[in-house]
Nanobody
Framework: QVQLVESGGGLVQSGGSLRLSCAAS????????MGWFRQTPGKAREFVAA????????YYAESAKGRFTIPRGNAKNTMYLQMNSLKPEETAVYYC????????????????????WGQGTQVTVSS
């Protein structure tokens, strides 16, 4: 089992930045590809970004490219999401997730591609 706890959400003005954290416990963190998703009421959970277990490769939704990053050299058992130039339409609950499977790459941007989820952290971007 893996337990994931997100933090770092809050209220920020349009154009501002936030850094989300995802603390993992349980099984060896470094063996899991990880991802970030977000969800607003009435909408499906949306892929934001992902990173391979080695940290060598990162993937981003088109909407996140150039503004969001998963910093390299993360602290042990913690993953981050650096979000810059935030927009009001990005107001959502942000979730981190971990995948415990060998075919993760093909489903890296899908909710069903992950096996463990955190409880989420609210990000509100004011206009």
């Amino acid at each position: 089992q893996v337990q994931l706890v997100e933090s770092g959400g809050g209220l920020v003005q349009s154009g501002g930045s936030l850094r989300l954290s995802c603390a993992a416990s349980g099984r060896t963190f470094s063996n899991y590809p990880m991802g970030w998703f977000r969800q607003t009421p009435g909408k499906a959970r949306e892929f934001v970004a992902a990173i391979t277990w080695s940290g060598d490769n990162t993937y981003y939704a088109e909407s996140a490219k150039g503004r969001f990053t998963i910093p390299r050299g993360n602290a042990k058992n913690t993953m981050y999401l650096q979000m810059n130039s935030l927009k009001p339409e990005e107001t959502a609950v942000y979730y981190c997730a971990a995948a415990y499977r060998t075919n993760w790459y093909a489903s890296r941007a899908l909710k069903g591609g992950y096996d463990y989820w955190g409880q989420g952290t609210q990000v509100t971007v004011s206009s």
